[in-house]
């Protein structure tokens, strides 16, 4: 199992290599979390033995530090070879002297983000060969803290605690949550952290710092114990060196002894389970277990990754050399894809909303064919309205009958309601047009944003070009049912058949009611009657008188209506005004239900004609003669910058993951135990 730890160390070398982060494919991995004044550069210290982290005032871990510890057997190795030397990722050279290592992390640190106090999550990656280190891989970050100090950016909490929470939110990382016993653990920054991410606290061990500076009288055996604050895999207590004892070039190895001394005296039942010696065994006992627990996962995570790689790379295609046949296809395929998602043979066919021809369908018969129908043939106009017609158009003479210049002005007016919901339903149908252009750009146009924004706005010309003569349809189909009204339409009740419907309905509920009219006082003049007769039910041959006034009885009579009009005029209407008003109300409704179901057909036929399918007649053409332009040619086919970066980013990635997969290939089953 001790061979598992140079794989993940592998992985991470390859991942680093390409500038991707090893959460790529979520590595198991060991993050080490705290406060910048918890000691936690001085436990990553004690762990190696040698002083080789950069020391100093506010933030100095400015970048993930990546520590892979590699226990090296002296007896194998070379006689020359130096016993401890380390090794950066970004350099070939071998430094055996750990100060200069404590010196390139601090260049690398300024190369990447300069003198200031900014941070990176761009990782540096070290690499201890030691006789006296087990072998354990460890992320070291910038510690956490509240308030900006010095040249600090603003936003360096904020900063700081993204950064931590991005590392430790890979489910394959054991946190190392580092605080300080001199403060209150119920405080602890790095345990709350730890928590966000990890509430079971499966994968969090705790480490306590700074033991031997606690106020006289108090005791940490509450917190060893993790009577206090319950951590799954455990609470281990260690002491560092002071800053006096690191001023004084106090060795670590002797700070271990003293560390030693240390528990045995002050909890002398808990010091075979604490300090740095046995935190380092147990940290790699846990990495060992978490990788052999990891692997299987992790060979099923990077097949997947280079699988999708693959398929990325894929629809970014590769660089174009002959770029004329390329645009031709190109257009072609865009051309062919917006007609089909007007016909509804696209092979992409959404089902989550209705686009193309299906919408452009549903605007037709539902939308437009609703509004329609919800319009009132008399909205707008009222008895009064009706009366005034009538009147002016009589003139200073008497009419026997209702004038029919009165009946086509009214109508004219009902029917021009009609313009506003047709010239809206063309509005649809051109941003449903619209629309589709979005719809059909293909991976090849994210390819060539010149090529995309010239087929968008060549497009979107053709639509507006189209949208004028489909107006002009609507215009002119209401035009031509304003300019001549056909009463001999065969659809169309004449005057005389209206009135025999009026007479008969009312003959037929006098007859029901069996109602009589109350003769008014003679010094009044009686109203006029228009007599008509039916036969009695009981007596074929009896005949009986209809008042005049009793059309407008029953369903006829509206009171509103009568006191609304009898206000208006200043008097009550005569029997005749009423009829003339319901004679000319049901010529309008009649004529203007002929008009509406004309518009109804016509309207949608039209837009097909003039807007829809003269687009799908004339794309493809218009967007040759427009963009094949052989001076252009080149220009168009450039590719994006963000493309041609990602599909490099791609292949890199896709090149990392095959090794990767050759890395964990390698790994036999017999290896995992």
Known sequence: MEQLLPVINKLQEVFIAIGASSDAIQLPQIVAIGTQSSGKSSVLESIVGRDFLPRGTGIVTRRPLILQLIHANPES?????????????????????FNDIMVEITKETERELGLGKAISSKPIQLKIYSPNVLNLTLVDLPGLTKVPVGDQPPDIEKQIYDLCYEYISNPNSLILAISAANADMATSEAIKLAREVDPTGKRTLAVVTKLDLMDAGTDATDILTGRLIPVKLGIIGVVNRSQQDINVKKSIKIALGDEAIFFQKRYPGLSDRNGIQYLAKTLNKLLLLHIRDCLPELKTRINLKLAYSQQTLATLGVPIIEKGPELLRVITKFAADYCATIEGTHGNIEIAELIGGARISHIFHEVYFKTLEGIDPLGGLSTTDILTAIRNATGPRPTLFVPELAFELLVKRQIKRLLEPSLRCVQLVHEEMQRIIQHCITPDLHRFSKVHNRIVEVTSALLRERLEPANSMVDNLIAIELAYINTNHPDFASGHEIIARMMSEAGEEYKNRRITRKPKPSVEKPPVELQTTFENNNDPSSKRIIPFGYLMNGENARKDDSDENAASFGRDLTDRERVDAELIKRLIRTYYDIVKKSIQDSVPKGIMHFLVNNVKKHLQSLLVERLYIKEEITELMEESPHVIEKRNRTIH?????????????????????
């Open 77 to 97: 190795e070379e006689k020359d070879q130096p016993e401890e030397w380390g090794k950066f990722l970004h350099c070939d050279s071998i430094f055996t002297d």
């Open 653 to 673: 990635m896709i090149k990392a993951l095959e090794k990767a997969s050759q890395i964990v290939s390698d790994v036999r089953e017999t290896q995992l135990w």
